[in-house]
């Protein structure tokens, strides 16, 4: 299974601090993914952008949940299902059958750890559906609230995943001269000094997810999407960042 997780920052504009969608970004990758539909079970998700990130740190729930700010974590989980909404309708009118899903319907936190309940998806995939996921707040027993990020999800899901891509704004993990980095490994990471300008820990946390999975044999690549077809030239190694 192919899972293809879509940048907060390329199909909205959440570094210009707004609630608004690319649609004509979503359109093109939209064309990519239906051309793949045959060759590949897909699993779809997205970032929260504006949608999420903002309402979260500005009510704190980063650091957890109480009585002072439910209303935000209400707020946040609205905002990313309206994206949810919005990026499912385009994919849906570009003849992808979509199933949009909020990971905080079959995802919890206890202890520390990940749970899910995984079988209503699994008969979706089954009938046909692609699964359309995005970061959300799931229910913890000790924080209230954890912020799932989009780029974990394929390490709490036991589907077989066996690529998973990250599209972003950037053509890829840049070094400090702005150069593509090739291939990046937990080593090359925890030499690197990245930024964490997000709710979900931004490309530190991309990368972080990105290293575990390949830890587990997963092939995967963070690649940029500004051209049509963009998405499959990832997929074939074509162009991004390959991480091992």
């Not at 989009?150 to 972003?168: N, R, S, W």
């Amino acid at each position: 299974m192919l899972y293809v997780k879509l940048g907060g920052s390329l199909i909205t504009l959440k570094k210009e601090g707004r609630k608004e969608i690319r649609s004509d970004v979503l359109r093109r990758i939209s064309i990519d993914i239906k051309s793949m539909m045959n060759d590949f079970k897909i699993f779809l998700a997205h970032g929260a952008g504006h949608y999420g990130h903002e309402p979260v740190l500005r009510s704190g729930l980063h650091l957890g949940m109480g009585d002072w700010n439910r209303i935000g974590a209400s707020e946040t989980m609205v905002g990313v299902s309206e994206l949810n909404f919005r990026v499912a309708k385009i994919m849906m009118e570009e003849g992808i059958p979509v199933a949009p899903l909020p990971p905080r319907s079959m995802m919890r936190r206890n202890n520390g750890r990940i749970l899910c309940e995984t079988s209503s998806l699994k008969e979706l995939i089954k009938a046909g559906f692609i699964p359309l996921m995005h970061g959300d707040l799931i229910p913890d027993d000790e924080r209230g609230v954890y912020v799932l990020s989009a780029d974990e999800i394929p390490l709490h899901l036991d589907l077989g995943f066996e690529k998973v891509i990250y599209l972003m704004d950037e053509p890829g993990v840049l070094d400090e001269a702005g150069r593509v980095i090739p291939v990046i490994n937990r080593s090359a990471l925890e030499g690197m000094s990245l930024p964490s300008l997000d709710a979900t820990g931004s490309i530190r946390g991309k990368i972080e997810s990105a290293v575990r999975l390949a830890e587990r044999g997963v092939e995967v690549r963070i690649s940029g999407y500004r051209d049509p077809g963009d998405l499959i030239r990832a997929i074939n190694g074509e162009i991004g960042t390959r991480v091992i």
